[in-house]
Structures are given as structure tokens and as C-alpha cells.
């Protein structure tokens, strides 16, 4: 079952049938057992024939916040220890992929984040810049895990690497996140072995691309939302980022009108054109 928001509208589609809804977004997925109350409600939503699956779409996010995991791939460790390791940074990135406590940082607070067909943006005062292709956890606020999206956690690589302090001005700012194109509520936990693929066209060609599988992630998605949780409450439920797997080449870096592909096997394909945010 997958949702898709557009404005004060949310799409239920449920095999191949689609329903239409104008629900308190915030009200309607932050449930537990989300698929098994979605088909319930279908049933006194009304019945549409026509829908656009292309979007554009909304983020599908109203209060909700949006987090981030670090460094849960073997290959954005690589990365960042290579990026930082002249500012002293490399020990930190290694260190956490190896220890109990993940990296989790605050990513977007809702109107930053960009939709589906939407625009995001690299900052102006960045050198080199890069998309990160997350899968998406929605948890609710009893902390259930009750669906998936796909994120962008836009990032920029000089920022970061030229300090690690300076991680909240790399990755978060004006729309340096995406998400979409949808909420899959999907029956059973999505699997493990569902690929993640990255494509980034340059005037209409492949500059980029990359495929990644979810089982290479060295921590489950319950362990990542249970650190979470530890200490912070959602009241609307929260989105958490679950850490990049893919990293360009080092000679790699956005470019303004770039187009960002990002595909989950089981949720769709989100696509993002780059921008550059206002000169200061
Ligand atoms: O440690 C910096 C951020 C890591 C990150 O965003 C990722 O691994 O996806
Ligand atoms: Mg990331």
C-alpha cells in the first residue's frame, strides 16, 4: 500500500485501487498497525479512477521531523575518513561504525524538505557536494515502524570533511533533504535484500550511477529507531534516515540542473533537480 500527498489530499494506492482522502496527514499515519487501519478506512474513503502516479508529490510529512543515521555502510566510512582525515576527523567515522551508540543527527525540520520532482539545493559557500540515497523509516509515536520512504540527504563533502564540527552546516539546510515519492505501508517489513539505486543525469546522460543492496547496512533499522527513541519523544511520529551506502567517486560533485534518481526496490523512485541556494 503506498500514500501519496499532494497539498491537503492523500492517495491511498492498494492494489491497483486508489482511494482519495482530505485526513489530517499527521492523523492518518501516525498509527500502529498503519497497513491493517489503511484498509479499514479505504472502505469509507472515496474511490477515484484517475490518478497520476508521476507526481508531482508533497514530501509525505506534516509535523513530523526528520533524523539521520551516519556512517552504516562500510563504503560512507571509507569516505569520510578519506574527506576528513586531513582536520583529525578520519578516527571518529571508524569509531562509530564500530561501536553500539550509531551516529544520529538531527537532518530537517518539515519545510525543508523538499517532494518528489521537487527542487533541492547545494549551498553557495560549498565546493563539492553529493546526493545520499537513505532508505526512510516512518515510526510512529508508540515507536512502531509502520513504513518506508525514500530519502536524499543532500550533503556537502568539503563542508564536512574540513571539519567534523561542522556536520550540521553540511547537511542541513534549505531543502538538503527529499523525500518521496510516496509513504509505502507495505504488510510485512520491507526485505533486507531490496536494492538501492542511484542515477544522476547530466544533460540527459549518466554521470553517476550505483546499486546497493539494504543487507550491506551493519545495523537493522529497529536498532537504529531504538537509539532514537532513547531520549526523544515524536508526538506526530518521526522519519529517520538510515545512512548512505553509495558515495560518488572523490572527483564527483553536483552540478546545478543535475537530475537525482534515487529507486528502493518495493517504494518507487524519487527524482530531484539540483540548485544552488542564494549567493550571502
Ligand atoms: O558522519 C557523517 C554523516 C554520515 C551520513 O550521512 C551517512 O553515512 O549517510
Ligand atoms: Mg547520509
Known amino acids: 500500500m503506498k500514500i501519496y500527498k499532494q497539498g491537503a489530499t492523500a492517495y491511498i494506492v492498494d ?6 482522502t482530505n485526513s489530517d496527514w499527521d492523523l492518518l499515519i501516525n498509527r500502529a498497525e498503519l497497513h491493517r487501519r489503511l484498509r479499514e478506512d479505504c472502505s469509507g474513503f472515496e474511490r477515484v479512477s484517475e490518478f497520476d502516479a508521476s507526481g508531482p508529490f508533497d514530501p509525505p510529512v506534516q509535523h513530523q521531523e526528520l533524523w539521520a543515521s551516519g556512517v552504516t555502510y562500510l563504503r560512507s566510512r571509507e569516505a569520510r ?18 561501536a553500539d551508540r550509531p551516529e544520529l543527527f538531527f537532518k530537517a525540520a518539515a519545510h525543508r524538505i523538499a517532494g ?20 526512510t523509516l516512518f515510526i510512529t509515536s508508540a515507536g512502531t515502524i509502520e513504513g518506508y520512504t525514500i530519502g536524499n540527504d543532500m550533503s556537502s563533502r568539503s563542508i564536512e570533511g574540513e571539519n567534523p564540527l561542522y ?29 538501492v539505486s542511484l542515477t544522476i543525469l547530466r544533460g540527459g546522460a549518466s554521470v553517476f550511477e550505483d546499486t546497493i543492496t539494504l543487507e ?3 545495523r537493522q533499522p529497529r536498532e ?30 553536483l552540478q546545478v540542473g543535475d537530475e537525482v534518481s534515487i529507486t528502493i526496490e518495493g517504494i518507487g523512485t524519487l527524482v530531484n533537480i539540483v540548485n544552488q541556494s542564494r549567493q550571502i
Open 15 to 20: 492494489e491497483g485501487r486508489v482511494f482519495r
Open 81 to 98: 575518513v578519506a574527506e576528513s582525515k586531513s582536520a583529525g576527523g578520519g578516527d571518529f567515522y571508524d569509531r562509530v561504525y564500530d
Open 116 to 135: 518528489h520532482l521537487d527542487t533541492v539545493l547545494i549551498r553557495s559557500d560549498s565546493s563539492w557536494n553529493v546526493p545520499e540515497p537513505e532508505l
Open 167 to 195: 556536520l550540521p552546516q553540511a547537511k542541513t539546510y534549505d531543502r538538503s533533504a527529499a523525500l518521496g515519492p510516496c509513504l509505502c505501508v507495505p504488510e510485512q517489513p520491507l526485505s533486507m535484500g531490496s536494492a
Open 216 to 218: 550491506r547496512m551493519k
Open 224 to 253: 537504529l529507531a531504538d537509539w532514537l527513541l532513547r531520549a526523544l519523544t515524536f508526538p506526530h511520529g518521526c522519519f529517520l534516515m538510515t545512512g548512505t551506502g553509495i558515495v560518488p567517486p572523490d572527483d564527483f560533485t
